[in-house]
């Protein structure tokens, strides 16, 4: 089914049999109380419902119009041996690493394979057919089999959402880009750490030169009207 999406900078017309959902890290590490970033200190609960919720919206038309669903997760294994080591920065800068490593005693407890801390909030709970991938960096590129599960499903438009937009959204918007895939950031289905004119900053740079952009109501209008 072909779809007409009104987006910045101009409408594109996506196959909804070659278009993938990816819905990043909405993982309890950062969405809960209890979590990574409740931790932290750098939990927006607020914030991190008004997204949820949208996703549950965006989630649920996508699927039942074809789309495919593809969950991200950033999750290591419980020795840490896929974190890159101290001759990568990913050890040095990622924030559960960089928690864990100042403070040994979490070390197993965030943002690891078989936790409460890295599984996908239960609202977005994936189903059976939709595809999850586990991630060690910030983008769902590198180190996964992302590519190649796409390639495989014949998906060639890219819509994403989740968290956050600055950094895991805009790593893995930018890769499918490189990989010849089409991207399209829903605006309001992603949440930004930091300041909030990194979620502006963002917009602008997919819009004018990654990508699309566009809003959940504008996918869902397009969705309904097919």
């Not at 829903?186 to 602008?204: F, H, K, L, M, R």
């Amino acid at each position: 089914m072909e779809i007409i999406l009104k987006a910045e900078p101009e409408a594109i017309t996506l196959d909804t049999a070659r278009t993938a959902l990816i819905v990043v890290d909405m993982q309890n590490a950062f969405c809960k109380r209890g979590g990574l970033f409740d931790y932290m200190g750098r939990l927006n609960e607020d914030k991190a419902r008004r997204i949820i919720e949208v996703n549950k919206k965006i989630v649920g038309i996508s699927r039942d119009s074809g789309m495919r669903i593809v969950f991200l997760r950033m999750t290591y294994s419980q020795d840490l041996s896929d974190a890159g080591g101290q001759e990568s920065p990913n050890y040095w800068k990622q924030s559960g690493l960089a928690l864990m490593r100042k403070n040994p005693e979490l070390r197993g407890k965030f943002l690891t394979r078989g936790t409460w801390d890295q599984e996908i909030v239960d609202e977005l709970k994936p189903e059976t057919d939709d595809i999850v991938v586990d991630k060690t960096r910030y983008s769902g590129f590198v180190k996964t089999d992302l590519d190649a599960i796409l390639k495989t499903n014949n998906i060639k438009y890219t819509v994403f959402t989740g968290l956050f937009t600055n950094v895991c959204v805009e790593s893995t918007l930018r890769d499918a880009f490189f990989h010849e895939y089409f991207p399209i950031l829903i605006s309001d289905g992603c949440g930004n750490t930091g300041p909030e004119y990194t979620q502006e900053a963002t917009v602008w740079t997919v819009a004018s030169v990654f990508g699309w952009v566009t809003s959940s109501d504008n996918l869902t209008k397009s969705l309904k009207i097919s």
